[in-house]
């Protein structure tokens, strides 16, 4: 009698437990009105769709585009590959080099914790000496070497005389070091491309005094390869410069090929090929080695002779 006492009772507590529900908070409803003439507003103000003939506004080119006249007036009859380069290279882009390289150096010169790592011979550079920099920074482009030291070598067997004669290797590393083109100081922090922003901006006002585009210009995209420290460097594993700069250039659709035609065609596999003979391409019927005829390109069949 007991047990069944105490198993009734530890049923009634079990159900009164489970009685008990837990207490949730009710989330408030929201009570939209709806309002009948707003209804009407609205089916009154529906989009009635028509057809109707788009006419652009098209603006017609009349410019001759290619090097403008003012610049051609002021070259020679023969001009010299110096001077069509002292076009976009002239004196005020030479003195913010200058200018800015100066006063970088005179900024570190001045840094007591970077004091130490400056070398005290330097002296301001002038017009000479960055031209000269310049021409064996062009050069180097054309004589490769596996390091910087051994274009001023005096090996019999690798040595390339005139970067000593122009310049000693010293001053060339001092020129590196400070070379500057903008004001530390007073350029925007948050233009990432502060360092040569003087440069950008006289190139842009540069080019449209020199030169005029054709009326047919596309937007091309590339990679231009780069392995510094750099927050917007970017890779592409497609590219052949996987790590890099995207740069963004105009492209004219009026370009030179120098009397030659570039030729894709697939037969089996694609064949690409470039020649300086055919004035067109012309499809002839030829037979392979089974007498089986086909349709091939002219300078293809020519080629295979």
């Known amino acids: 009698m007991q047990n069944k006492r105490d198993l009734s009772e530890s049923g009634d507590n079990e159900s009164s437990d489970s009685d008990v529900l837990p207490l949730t908070r009710k989330r408030p409803r929201r009570m939209i009105i709806e309002d009948s003439s707003e209804e009407e507003g609205t089916t009154r103000q529906s ?17 001759t585009h290619g090097i403008k006249a003012s610049v051609l007036t002021n070259l020679s009859k023969d001009p010299t590959i110096l001077e069509l ?10 003195d913010i080099i200058i200018t800015e390289t100066n006063r970088f150096a005179y900024q570190e010169m001045n840094d007591e914790c970077k004091r130490r790592k400056v070398d005290d011979n ?3 550079v002038t017009l000479d000496e960055i031209k000269a920099y310049y021409a064996l920074c062009i050069l180097m482009s054309q004589v490769k070497k596996s390091n910087i030291q051994q274009y001023w070598t005096t090996r019999a067997v690798i040595e390339t005389p005139i970067f000593r004669k122009t310049m000693p290797f010293k001053r060339f590393r001092q020129i590196s070091r400070f070379l500057h083109f903008s004001n530390n100081e007073t350029s925007d922090r948050n233009d ?8 950008i901006n006289l190139w842009n006002e540069k080019f449209k005094e020199i ?3 054709s009326e047919y210009i596309s937007i091309d995209e590339s990679l231009m390869k780069y392995k510094g420290r750099l927050a917007y460097k970017q890779y592409n594993p497609s590219k052949r410069a996987r790590f890099g700069l995207k740069i963004y250039k105009l492209r004219m659709c009026m370009e030179e090929c120098n009397n030659l035609i570039a030729l894709r065609w697939k037969d089996k596999r694609d064949v690409y090929m470039i020649s300086t003979k055919h ?3 012309e ?23």
């Open 47 to 63: 989009w009635i769709w028509q057809e109707k003939k788009n006419t652009p506004i098209v603006w017609t080119y009349s410019e």
């Open 85 to 94: 380069f002292s076009i976009i290279f002239d004196n005020k882009l030479w």
């Open 122 to 124: 330097w002296y301001p």
């Open 192 to 199: 990432r491309l502060r360092k040569v922003r003087p440069i």
């Open 211 to 213: 030169y005029t585009p």
């Open 279 to 281: 004035e067109s391409i």
């Open 283 to 305: 499809m002839v019927e030829q037979s392979d080695k089974k007498l089986q005829k086909a349709m091939k390109p002219n300078c293809i069949v020519e080629y295979n002779k």
